[in-house]
Each structure stands twice: as structure tokens, then as C-alpha cells.
């Protein structure tokens, strides 16, 4: 069983849940984030330090999948978001683990994240926005999503 | 790594070395009204107030006798004699973690543009800003074109709105935020609507206030336009300013060009994002109000990563309360400003395709 919790990085990181989806902005890096699907349903639990064992029931009484399955794409997930330095492990907790949240009934996806980063530029520069003819230089787009 | 006290302490040594240059050298005081709101700035030389304060013109309320609720002092570093202190605190070259890019405590705020010789100082607390320039002569224009940005972002946000990177027009006092990132379509889009008839209320960036439904405040009239795309604006050409610099962006004031058209205030009724899509029409469809947030935050967030968290979510509460609407452009102005008339005169018929 996986007990392990974890917060928002903050106040380096920020994310808003918009109509579904969670973006996240890291205000150090420039990289920017969002998430659909279940790994957006999942967001609001895992940020509120719920651990992930918790999660996993959650997303599992919401959708068809196989526990076993949720259990390692979580796990992934997690890992992911500690690299990327999105969130920060919390302690282990003495309280009761609370009743897993109930999530709206959807198709599971996976826990997919995509990461974009052309804005980098904005951070790194200085004057801060207008460094040539067209803004700022556009570094090539490059949007990447994992699964 | 500069710590939080050190740089702390170092900024509260400097905002003291300004007041001191306040209470000794003869300022003059200018009033406006920033988004309603009554504001003094406190001008060290009579030059920083010719050349660098012309984006704010139209906000100038010389007769105010209102108390102000922020007072911003701009210095001119050479010719004021008001230099900063030597401090590792201020000796960032190019990188954030070489010194200060910016710092945010509980109520003061400080950034730093070594390159541009510009420092915004900000505390919330006292109502108090500073705006130091190295030197007036060599400021980029860029930096005439919205001065004081960061002070205004950081003031907006503590009184819940935001300083959006967006341009902003309107029709009989509503208006529609246009969204997306340098080389979307935001000028153009903003000046073909001006050429239409519009009233102008930004280019780059606007001031958006708390309020429900919220309404846009100009925060300066310049518009910036690139080069290739002068020929289009050939209606304001004798306004244009930088035309003989390759290195700057051809720039106007809304207020020199079209002076009845400058909008101060307009109550918001939806979002555009415009794609450059050389369409015969304007097409105008309805998107989600999370697409429309992925292509307004990151830009207006890391321009000003100061305003963080609070700025993030009142972003995210206009995409949430306002119409969403990707643009897709005609070539023709006129068509793309009639396309944005329907959606602020609903009763003409627009052209709308579901969202996909």
C-alpha cells in the first residue's frame, strides 16, 4: 500500500482547476502544465495530501479499471510530479486516513501529463518582453505528453 | 543565493535612501486616475515626465483633490542624482539566481532589469511605489511604451485584479479582452477595430479589476505594431514613432492618432484569441474556458511571476465568467472588426460554428 502524501510545491508552483482540466504554472522554470482527464480528477485529491492508497479507491470507485493498474499509473504519476518539482512529499501523518472522496463517474486515462515550455524565454530574459522585432525570441513550440 | 532577510534588508535600505531623495529634492506632482483610482506620481525631473509618461496621458486628472491611494515616485538616476547602492542584491546579470530578478515579501516588492536600468519597488503597506531609472537617455522605449508595469501589476493584484497581458476593445463602453502571446494577431486585431471605430483600451496590457462583471481600465495607450505590418496602419503612419530604429517596434499613442477613441473603462463581455487563419471571413468559435486560460496565464503570469498565485486565479475566474471565442482572421480588417461588433451588438448575426 502506498501511503505516501505529498502538497503543492508552492510558491514556486501554482495551479488552478479550470472546467476539468488543472493548469500549473512553475513561476521559477517558466514550464507550464496541464492536465485532463483522470489524472485532472485525481489532482484536487493528491494536492490536498491525501495519500496515494486513498487515491487510487477514489479513482477506482469511479471508473472501470483495474485497482492494480490505477495503483502503478499513480505511482508514476507521482513520481513525475515530485521530478518536475510540482509537488513536495509530506511527512507521514499519525490522524485516521479520512474516507476516500467520491469522484464523478468518468473513463479512466490514465494519468497523462503535458508540459510546455515556450515561455521559458519570458523568464530568462532581460529587458523582460521585448527582445526583437516579434517580442520575445518564439523558441520552437514543443509540447510533450506522457502517459 | 541572495537570502530572503539580506534582500530584504537591502530594499528597505533603498526605499529609505529614496525617501530621503524625495524630502530633499524638488518633485513635482502629477495626478491620474489608475482604473478609477486616484494616484500621484511624484516626478524627480522634468524630463522623465515629458518622454516617459506619455502612454499615460489620458489617464491624467489634473483637478483631483480625492486622496490618492498609491504614490509613486519616478526617478531619474543621472540627472536626479539618485544612484543604487553597489549590493550583490542588484548585481543579477541575465540569470534570477545571480542576484535580485525579484523579490516578494509579506508587503514590499522589488524587481530589477539590470540590462534596462530599471527598478519597480512596491509596498503595499504604505501605499507606496518607486519607478528608478538608470538614466532617462537610455531607457528603452519599451519601457516608455508601459511604463512602471511592474508597480501597476503588483498594485492591481493586491486590490483582486490583475495587469493582463491582452489588448482590449470596445463599443458604447463594453468591451472584449483579445488574448495570446506577441505575434498572435493582438495589435493588428486592436487597431483594425480602432480603424473601425472602436474605442482603444490596450494593445499588450490591461488593467482588469475584481469586480463581477469585471471591467477593463486602460492602463496605457500605446499600440506596438511590427514592422511588416505597417503598411495595413497607413491611416496613423505620421504617428508611428521608431520607424528609423530596426531594432524597435514601430509604436503609437492611441491618444495622438485617434484621441476620441481612447476607452478608459469598458464592462467585459468576452474573450477572443485570435488565429491568424487568412480566412475570406472572420470565423468566430466558441472554446473552453481552460483553452482560453492555457493561452492568456502563462504569458501575463511570467511577465510579472511576482503576481503569482492571486493573479493566476482571477485569470482563471474571467475565463470562467466571460464568452470564450477563438477568431479565426480574414486578411481584411474591416472584416475582423465587423466580426467583433456581433459579438458586442449580439443582434446582428454572427458567424459561429459549435466548438469542437
Not at chain 2, 502629477?30 to 496621458?57: D, F, N, T
Not at chain 2, 521608431?242 to 492611441?254: C, I, Q, S, T, W
Not at chain 2, 477568431?327 to 448575426?349: C, H, I
Amino acid at each position: 500500500m502506498d501511503t505516501r502524501r505529498f502538497e503543492l510545491n508552492s510558491p514556486k508552483i501554482i495551479g488552478e482547476v479550470i472546467d476539468g482540466e488543472v493548469m500549473i504554472i512553475d513561476l521559477v522554470s517558466g514550464i507550464y502544465y496541464n492536465l485532463t482527464g483522470t489524472s485532472a480528477a485525481a489532482w484536487p485529491l493528491l494536492v490536498a495530501g491525501l495519500p496515494l492508497h486513498a487515491v487510487v479507491e477514489s479513482v477506482g470507485a469511479s471508473c472501470e479499471a483495474d485497482p492494480a493498474v490505477i495503483t502503478a499509473d499513480l505511482a508514476v504519476f507521482a513520481d513525475r510530479l515530485i521530478g518536475e518539482s510540482i509537488v513536495r512529499e509530506l511527512g507521514p501523518t499519525a490522524e485516521p486516513a479520512a474516507a476516500a472522496p467520491r469522484l464523478p463517474e468518468a473513463t479512466y486515462t490514465g494519468f497523462g501529463i503535458n508540459r510546455y515550455d515556450d515561455m521559458r524565454a519570458l523568464l530568462v530574459v532581460d529587458p523582460v518582453h521585448e527582445v526583437g522585432e516579434f517580442g520575445w525570441p518564439p523558441p520552437p513550440a514543443s509540447a510533450t505528453t506522457s502517459q | 543565493m541572495i537570502g530572503d532577510a539580506f534582500a530584504r534588508g537591502v530594499l528597505r535600505d533603498l526605499v529609505a535612501v529614496l525617501e530621503r531623495a524625495a524630502a530633499t529634492r524638488p518633485v513635482q506632482v502629477r495626478r491620474y486616475r489608475i482604473a478609477g483610482v486616484p494616484v500621484a506620481l511624484h516626478i524627480g525631473a522634468a524630463g522623465v515626465a515629458q518622454s516617459m509618461l506619455h502612454a499615460i496621458e489620458p489617464l491624467a486628472c489634473p483637478e483631483d483633490t480625492a486622496p490618492a491611494e498609491l504614490s509613486l515616485f519616478v526617478w531619474d538616476g543621472a540627472r536626479d542624482g539618485v544612484t543604487l547602492p553597489e549590493s550583490p542584491v542588484l548585481r543579477r546579470e541575465d540569470a534570477p539566481e545571480a542576484g535580485l530578478g525579484g523579490y516578494s515579501g509579506a508587503s514590499l516588492r522589488a524587481f530589477y532589469q539590470p540590462n534596462a536600468g530599471v527598478l519597480s519597488l512596491f509596498d503595499a503597506a504604505a501605499r507606496c511605489a518607486h519607478w528608478w531609472l538608470r538614466d532617462v537617455a537610455t531607457t528603452p522605449y519599451y519601457e516608455r511604451a508601459a511604463p512602471f508595469k511592474h508597480v501597476l501589476q503588483w498594485w492591481i493584484a493586491e486590490r483582486g485584479g490583475a495587469l493582463l497581458h491582452s489588448a482590449a476593445v470596445g463599443v458604447d463602453g463594453e468591451g472584449i479582452l483579445i488574448a495570446g502571446p506577441s505575434g498572435s494577431g493582438k495589435s493588428s486585431t486592436a487597431l483594425a477595430c480602432v480603424d473601425a471605430g472602436f474605442a482603444f483600451a490596450s494593445d499588450d496590457y490591461v488593467l482588469v479589476d475584481a469586480k463581477h462583471p469585471p471591467t477593463a481600465h486602460l492602463a496605457y495607450a500605446t499600440a506596438k505594431v511590427m514592422r511588416e505590418s505597417l503598411a495595413r496602419h497607413q491611416r496613423h503612419h505620421r504617428h508611428f514613432r521608431n520607424l528609423a530604429r530596426d531594432d524597435e517596434k514601430p509604436m503609437l499613442f492611441v491618444h495622438d492618432a485617434a484621441p476620441d477613441q481612447v476607452g478608459l473603462s469598458l464592462a467585459l463581455r468576452g474573450i477572443v484569441l485570435p488565429a491568424v487563419m487568412h480566412r475570406a471571413t472572420t470565423r468566430l468559435v466558441p472554446i473552453r474556458s481552460a483553452e482560453m486560460l492555457r493561452a492568456l496565464a502563462p504569458s501575463s503570469i511570467l511577465l510579472f511571476p511576482l503576481a503569482g498565485d492571486a493573479a493566476f486565479r482571477r485569470m482563471a475566474e474571467l475565463c470562467r465568467e466571460l464568452p470564450c471565442w477563438r477568431a479565426e482572421l480574414a486578411d481584411d480588417p474591416n472584416d475582423v472588426a465587423a466580426a467583433l461588433r456581433g459579438l458586442l451588438t449580439p443582434s446582428q448575426p454572427l458567424t459561429v460554428q459549435a466548438a469542437r
